[in-house]
């Protein structure tokens, strides 16, 4: 035999063996069983029928000072200087950096009506 012709057939078993792999890693992702083809036979993968993924759940990112500061300054340039720093007030503060971090979604739901 050939050294092209033994090159081909271990390309061969490497894409039957990596089409294994691509099955078993489908299957253990969607907790569904899947058609691992024979070493030898040279099938692909049959899978099995995909169900969609359920989208993810975002998860919320904590609010932070900058970023309910860049709230506020909007709204202070959008002419609504007044209604902001009643806004701190109202929610215990004087200033923004005195304000507790709890307190930051609400104040943002409030800011969004202004």
Not at 38 to 64: I, N
Request: zero cysteines; proline letters at 7%; hydrophobic letters at 45%.
């Amino acid at each position: 035999m050939s050294k092209i012709k033994l090159l081909l057939d271990v390309v061969s078993d490497l894409r039957s063996l990596a089409d294994s792999l691509q099955a078993v890693a489908d299957a253990m992702t969607q907790d569904e069983p899947a058609e691992v083809p024979t070493a030898k036979s040279g099938m692909k993968a049959k899978k099995a029928e995909a169900k969609p993924a359920p989208e993810p759940v975002p998860e919320e990112k904590p609010l932070t000072l900058e970023k309910v500061r860049a709230v506020l300054a909007e709204k202070s340039r959008a002419g609504h200087t007044a209604e902001a720093k009643a806004l701190l007030i109202k929610h215990g503060a004087d200033k923004l950096s005195d304000i507790d971090p709890v307190e930051y979604q609400a104040l943002l739901a409030d800011a969004e009506v202004l």
